[in-house]
């Protein structure tokens, strides 16, 4: 009863990919993994579809096959300049001891995308990638009332979707974390009930600052905030960090606390995107505003859902 099935599918991963999905802070939602799966008997990597301005960050190295991936060490961090993966890279020399990159992705269309992931895979021998959303709009099938911000978390899973690696997960941190974009919760949970039937809905765990995994992620959280307080943040791990200290109910307009936010929820990467409804036609885009307008016009032609409401 205490084995999740998420765990069971990485219990034999040797080389693991952990990737933020919707682009910025989504990465840090991989730090619990990363606590969890660090047993000294695998390699773990982290990369990030970034929001920075990657070319112009000093230290930061492209791959010269790849304009659009970026090696971004340590050394890249500074507080004068946007980019939590070089701020990760720090917290990972600081606090773990390990003198690690975090891979970075700009944002392009899938076709690119999907090329940098595939390098990255044979370059690192992956045989588990799980993407981390920050939210849970990565998991909505496409005719929802409001697809939140999609285009990063579709590339993302689009891109993934088309790889040769055996273990493929999605993870979704901050369940509620998403009023402000307008996501109806009724169809999140619906689709979880569709994923579920479907063998895709792979088990959930809580962030609790009981458990080592709960710890790192806050100390993650706060190192980078405390080092990007120029910058701006993350309202995603805000109200995360808020539902581990205890928060419940409204707080303004556009949120509302509860412990579904800290929880991780774990879902088959090839599931969700083989009964998303237009992932597909997604696959050819070349550059994220592609992405953006594709979406923007299926979406114009697929029967919408109306939104609904339940009583939490």
Same mark, same amino acid.
């Given at each position: ?9 990485? $219990?034999?991963?040797? #080389? ?12 840090? %939602?991989?730090?619990?993994? *990363? ?41 890249? =961090? ?15 020399? +600081?606090?773990?001891?390990?003198? !690690? ?19 990255? @895979? ?13 939210? /849970? ?49 009724? !169809? ?5 009930? +569709?994923?579920?039937?479907? %063998?895709?809905? *792979? ?16 100390? $993650? ?18 109200? @995360? ?13 556009? /949120? ?7 929880? *991780? ?8 995107? +083989? ?19 594709? /979406?923007? =016009?299926? #979406?114009?032609?697929?029967? @919408? ?6 009583? /939490?």
């Amino acid at each position: 009863m205490l084995e999740q099935p998420f765990a069971e599918r990485l $219990a034999g991963a040797r #080389r693991v990919l952990l990737a933020g999905c919707g682009g910025g802070y989504d990465v840090l %939602g991989a730090i619990p993994l *990363l606590e969890a799966l660090d047993d000294g008997q695998r390699e773990i990597h982290l990369a990030s579809l970034s929001f920075c301005y990657l070319n112009g960050l000093d230290g930061a190295r492209q791959q010269p096959a790849l304009p659009n991936l970026y090696e971004v060490p340590a050394a890249a =961090a500074t507080a004068d300049a946007y980019c939590p993966e070089a701020w990760l890279a720090r917290w990972l020399e +600081e606090r773990l001891g390990r003198r !690690q990159s975090v891979w970075a992705f700009d944002k392009t269309g899938v076709k690119p995308l999907a090329t940098a992931y595939r390098w990255l @895979v044979e370059h690192l021998g992956i045989d588990a990638i799980v993407l981390v959303d920050g939210g /849970i709009d990565a998991i909505l099938r496409g005719d929802e009332s409001s697809l939140g911000t999609p285009a990063e978390d579709l590339a993302s899973l689009a891109a993934v979707h088309g790889l040769d690696v055996p273990t493929k997960l999605l993870a979704c941190v901050g369940l509620g974390a998403e009023v402000r974009d307008g996501i109806c919760h009724d !169809q999140v949970f619906d689709r979880m009930a +569709e994923l579920t039937r479907h %063998g895709g809905y *792979l088990g959930s765990v809580a962030l609790l600052d009981t458990t080592g995994a709960g710890q790192r992620y806050r100390d $993650a959280v706060e190192y980078v905030f405390a080092n990007q307080s120029m910058q701006r943040t993350s309202h995603v791990h805000k109200v @995360v960090l808020a539902a581990m200290n205890g928060a419940s109910g409204p707080d303004g307009p556009h /949120i509302w606390f509860s412990p579904l936010l800290n929880q *991780l929820w774990f879902f088959a990467l090839d599931t969700v995107a +083989e009964t998303h409804l237009f992932l597909h036609e997604l696959a050819l885009t070349d550059s994220m505003w592609e992405v953006s307008a594709r /979406i923007e =016009a299926i #979406r114009k032609n697929l029967p @919408v859902r109306l939104r609904s409401s339940i009583p /939490i």
